[in-house]
């Protein structure tokens, strides 16, 4: 969440951090391992939860049953080369290909949710990238994320169901209950650089034509003002956050997006 704890310090005694941290370093074939977040354990998991789908009725919406999940836990940095990682150049290579294949997943993906109907078509020309043709969904996740945020620092707590998911709602009913005699508001000061497509994953859930869940990755780069204290007396404490929201819904119709995470950059280990 964005509310960090510099700017929750003068009405919280305690540091809130919404996001579950992804790994600060991963291998340079990022699916190695089977530790906590990866992929391995994702199928698992979503496996396991086959049994639960196969007697829920079609056409509902199934985000409230993968509140624990997140399809991708890497978010790359924002650089694809350093002096120090090409003086390696055989994990390099490893990290540069498993980098463009998720890429390359993306693209895929956004593809799909397009074709059915999840965010709004929008022109793009042979080399625009996913980042294009997610322009046309990019207000509503502007939108979601600044009312996620106004409703932490209002306590919300019937707006916050709404807006969000999983480990992001957890996270912000502890915030909220901590704002509630604050008289806190929230609001973006300035936008430093537009919200940026980092990944996007859409998988089925059980079976072809069963379920699908959908989770879109964006990073927000801006500075946020806190507003708290009585009429006459109110107290303004600003701050510059980039982090990456994680937001998802289903394939239900009139499934909403939520937020459901927040993540770091995830710098490889070279």
Sequence with gaps: MSLRPGLLASTSRAAIVLARPAPRAFSTSPFRGAKEGTVQNIDKELKNRERVMASLPRGIDVTAHFESI???????????????????????????????????????????????????WVKTGWFSGAGKAMEGIMPEFVERYEAFN???????????SNLAAGPALKKARVVASKMQRANASWTTETVHKPPKLQWVRYVPLMGADGPKLAQVCVTFDTTQALTTGPNGKRETKSQRVREHVVFERSNAPNSPWRVKSVLETTWPTI
């Design 70 to 120: 997140i399809l991708e836990p890497i978010v790359d940095p924002p650089t694809w080369i350093r002096l120090a990682w090409v003086l390696k150049p055989f994990q390099y290579y490893q990290y540069a290909k498993a980098r463009a294949q998720r890429q390359m997943g993306t693209a895929q993906m956004v593809n799909s949710l397009v074709k059915e109907g999840l965010v709004p």
């Design 150 to 160: 106004r409703a932490q620092a209002s306590a919300d707590a019937k707006a916050l």
